[in-house]
């Protein structure tokens, strides 16, 4: 028990300290309105009233359902923010403060399913938002009172699980959509191979992750979990299960409540529901298939001799790669997503889109395409600042169709050149488009939405904006167009349970089924009379071809009508047999009660920027009062402090304001604190002095991505007024008194690769922290003026086998001529050492350390003890430290080093926790001491 509050009280330190990044905080500057009704409150961008009734009205009329199975029929009032300038699909639900935030999109991929996109946030958001509150009372309750929503977010993560928030919600919009995740057999495709592939991933896995093999997200297992729960227990268990947690939110507290609930056993939950699923999908095993390493290989093209494909497995990265007869090549590493990113191939070049950050604004991002050559990998962006999606080639390579989700917020076709010129496109007010391939030089073959109604596939015109459909509106995944030259196209599409590859006439619109798959087949491709395409397999992915002749045919309602492409025994997409529930007129709810909505401004300065909705008594390091306030756009924030610090051993109050809307960022801090520092030469706190300061600090972020490459850098100047009496020394009051300027410059860059899978560091990264501070004044009887240089610079490179790393580092400091001024540390890494491991800290007048560090996973063992700790990675680290000090002026540098070996254990505390701790070999090479100890959290994870 007492290791569970140790724990508890490490994470509410850390959650209340958390800082948020601010780059990814705010939309671009804007004219902010909001409207409203008894159930949310949509705050949205000018020109935008007509999608925010839109989105105010599916709000009221899934208000009816969303929270029927725990009880509540009204929910309550929700600020719900609209963010249409976003390019990745997404939305979220979160306190601090209480909203919802909903970014703008349509169903591109095929990731999510058919259903109209708002419609999927406001069944599947609003459900977190009912989970949410409802989470809230009894001993919740309680924390809630005593931290704000702090409190709430801490038992939350500890006692609920996101598996349960998220397969939950799943359940809710599969329930009551025509077309939610579950009535999908891609959504549960990985976890079908997984169970067929032999034994159930543990819970353990599930929770902490495996560095193992390629398991499935918590939406998914969650889903089964969630679903298995309702069909055995009844409506009421979840409702059952949520008041057991509230009452005991402890670590781990769902599993007793589902115990307390069920009557049994959990893991006899837990595998009962698996083994459920397996035994229906057991007629679908791969015979003779042997069990090997999760690998994927999918999106190919077969041009000639050469066939090209992006692989994947959990040692690398996405790799473009080109193979002929024997030969294998691998061309580059690229930004690949199996669920948003599809290559388009023709003779010399790949083509792709991208999610890219906007270089200030996280609420802002785009989806660029690059061109990828096929003779030496080079890469190179032919767009920038768009939204296009799904791109193709034309038949002799020389343009490329795409959608593009213009800045009014229309999806249409966009034609482009080879340099990403903008040539012609196809708008039509009745269609939304998803997907487009070149038919001919005027026409296009596109998947498209009419009113919110699924998915259709038309024939579109160029000259006249005409649309013709060739399959009728369905609520069928169509996905991955492909074009022979002639009058067919190739596509996925679900058909009892499985996905599989269709062939269509364009001209007769004759329908043919070409795969008969185990689990599903993807991306299908053109090559003469052969077809080639992705199969799903128990070790990933992996690539066939079959013959054209094999295409069977069917009729175009085989794709439409839900009773002829739903299994009727299949859990894939019938795994609850719901029934189906639809939205009799989508017109009347885009326009409903237009006339009764009241626009009104919205400055972000309301009642909740001025009312706080977190507090805690852990301030920095310390202990005290903070208290915590954000506006809905979270570009006006404040924080107050009244405590004592650790670092110190001192009482302090502070008061920081951010404005966060333009660029740069602004606050403004007033902070008056007892300082106790060490003298040069010293370990101990023996001087001190009181110390109010007041000022303002101006940031300028800065964000770009390439590729797999991410680059953030930040430069930052903070001007303060500084006044200091009160001076001690050795317990003795001294006197005197000193009035500061003092100046802070801070540059930080951080350029590094994306991490495999598996990387404990990332493969390649540089980063540089400089900072300058500067105290200066003309008073004589206190304080001297001083100034002080800190400077850390770090590399890592690939190592000599796969997964391992090289870290080198310098971590430098230097201060001026002044003897007793102080200043603040520059960070603070927990349990760790500012000079050569093994040696305490002692003031100094500069030190420069430098380190190298090699590291190299030894087990990934998945091994967990009860429910208190998973082991998921053993790795081991070698090092040598090497630090070079000097005292003063006048005295001789002072040198400290050592070397040895770190072993790390990467774990999961209590399934709620990641906490790495390790075991320590210290050699002091001065001293030639040898020492061991155990530490918890390591410096080296750039």
């Not at 801490?154 to 919009?173: H, I, R």
Request: hydrophobic share 35%; charged share 20%.
């Amino acid at each position: 028990m007492k290791l569970k509050v140790l724990l508890i009280l490490l994470f509410l330190s850390l959650n209340t300290n958390a800082q948020y990044s601010f780059t990814e905080s705010q939309s671009t500057p804007m004219n902010w309105k909001s409207i409203e009704n008894d159930f949310a409150q949509v705050i949205y961008p000018e020109n935008y009233k007509d999608r925010a009734i839109y989105m105010a009205n599916l709000i009221e009329h899934y208000s009816k359902y969303v929270g029927l199975s725990y009880g509540v029929k009204k929910p309550e009032q929700v600020a719900l923010i609209y963010r249409p300038e976003m390019a990745n699909p997404n939305g979220f639900v979160t306190l601090a403060p209480r909203r919802t935030e909903w970014f703008d999109s349509a169903q591109f991929s095929s990731r999510l399913s058919s259903l109209e996109w708002h419609e999927m946030l406001s069944i599947h958001e609003y459900r977190h938002v009912i989970q949410q509150d409802i989470f809230n009372k009894k001993t919740v309750k309680f924390f809630d009172i005593l931290m704000g929503d702090t409190g709430q977010q801490v038992l939350s993560f500890l006692a609920k699980k996101p598996w349960y928030m998220e397969g939950d919600a799943v359940y809710t919009e599969t329930k009551y959509t025509p077309a939610g995740r579950g009535r999908s057999p891609r959504f549960m495709a990985r976890l079908k191979a997984l169970l067929l592939k032999g034994e159930t991933p543990t819970y353990d896995q599930f929770v902490g992750g495996s560095y193992n093999d390629q398991l499935v997200n918590w939406y998914i297992y969650g889903y089964v979990l969630v679903s298995y729960g309702y069909k055995k227990y009844g409506d009421q268990f979840w409702n059952v299960v949520m008041n057991n947690v509230t009452a005991r939110p402890y670590p781990n507290g769902i599993v007793g409540a589902i115990e307390n609930s069920s009557g049994v056993d959990f893991y006899d939950f837990y595998y009962a529901a698996f083994d459920d699923l397996r035994k229906e999908w057991i007629g679908d095993k791969f015979n003779n298939l042997p069990i090997s390493e999760y690998n994927v290989k999918t999106n190919q093209y077969k041009n000639g001799a050469n066939l090209f494909y992006v692989e994947y497995d959990l040692d690398n990265h996405y790799r473009l790669i080109k193979e002929s007869k024997d030969e294998k090549e691998v061309l580059t590493d690229i930004a690949y997503s199996e669920d948003f990113t599809r290559l388009s191939y023709s003779k010399d070049y790949a083509i792709q889109s991208q999610f890219l950050p906007h270089w200030r604004y996280g609420f802002k991002s785009y989806s660029d395409l690059s061109l990828i050559s096929l003779k030496d990998g080079d890469i190179k962006y032919i767009t920038s600042g768009e939204r296009l999606y799904n791109p193709h080639f034309n038949k002799d390579g020389s343009k490329i169709t795409a959608i593009n989700f213009d800045k009014n917020g229309k999806w249409i076709i966009q034609e482009l050149n080879l340099e990403g010129a903008k040539l012609r496109s196809i708008t039509n007010s009745k269609y939304d488009f998803l997907e487009a391939i070149n038919l001919n030089n005027n026409e296009v073959i596109a998947i498209a939405t009419r009113d919110g109604k699924g998915k259709t596939i038309v024939k579109a015109n160029y000259s006249n904006n005409r649309v013709l459909e060739l399959v009728p509106p369905t609520y069928n995944n169509l996905y991955a167009l492909n074009y022979d030259g002639n009058n067919s196209v190739l596509f996925e599409a679900q058909y009892k349970g499985k996905i599989e590859v269709f062939k269509l006439n364009t001209t007769s619109k004759s329908l043919e089924k070409c795969t008969d798959s185990n689990i599903a087949s993807y991306s299908p491709t053109f090559s003469n009379s052969n077809f080639y395409f992705t199969e799903q397999t128990i070790n990933g992915k992996r690539i066939k071809s079959s013959s054209l002749n094999s295409c069977r045919s069917l009729g175009i309602n085989s794709l439409v009508n839900r009773s002829q492409y739903f299994a009727k025994n299949d859990p894939s997409d019938s795994y609850n047999n719901f029934e189906l529930i639809d939205i009799k007129d989508r017109k009347e709810i885009q326009t409903k009660n237009s006339n009764n909505y009241t626009e009104e401004d919205y400055s972000g300065f309301d009642w909740r920027s001025a009312t706080p909705h977190s507090w805690s008594f852990f301030v920095g390091n310390g202990y005290g009062l903070s208290l915590y306030a954000d506006n809905y756009l979270r570009d006006f924030s404040w924080n107050v402090n009244l405590g004592y610090e650790a670092s110190e051993n001192s009482p302090y109050s502070s008061a920081i304001v951010y404005y966060k809307r333009y660029w740069p960022i602004l606050s403004a801090t007033v902070d008056l604190r007892e300082r106790m520092v060490s003298q040069l030469a010293s370990d101990s706190d023996d001087y001190g002095w009181d110390e109010v300061a007041y000022g303002i600090k101006v940031e300028l972020p800065f964000v770009q991505k390439h590729n797999l490459y991410n680059l953030n850098l930040s430069l930052s100047y903070q001007a303060e007024q500084v006044m200091t009496d009160e001076y001690i020394q050795y317990d003795t009051k001294v006197s005197g008194e000193a009035d500061f300027i003092r100046q802070s410059t801070t540059l930080s860059l951080s350029l590094y690769k994306d991490f495999t899978t598996r990387s404990i560091i990332s493969p390649w990264s540089f980063s540089l922290l400089g900072i300058y501070q500067d105290a200066s004044t003309n008073d004589e009887t206190g304080l001297e003026d001083d100034y002080r240089w800190f400077g850390s610079f770090s590399i890592t490179t690939p190592g000599l086998f796969t997964n391992n790393g090289i870290k080198i580092s310098v971590v430098g400091e230097e201060y001026g001529d002044g003897d007793n001024y102080r200043f603040q540390p520059s960070s603070n890494e927990f349990m760790g050492y500012a000079y050569s491991r093994g040696y305490d800290y002692f003031a100094s007048k500069k030190y420069l350390k430098s380190s190298a560090n090699y590291l190299f996973p030894l087990f990934y063992p998945d091994y967990n003890i009860a429910a208190l700790i998973y082991f998921k990675r053993i790795y081991m680290n070698l090092y040598y430290d090497i630090t070079k000090a000097k005292l003063s002026d006048t005295r001789k540098s002072i040198q400290l080093s050592s070397y040895g070996a770190e072993l790390v254990f990467n774990t999961n505390i209590l399934r709620a926790l990641p906490v790495d701790f390790g075991v320590r070999y210290i050699h002091k090479y001065e001293t030639q001491e040898n020492e061991y100890e155990g530490y918890l959290g390591t410096s080296l994870a750039f």
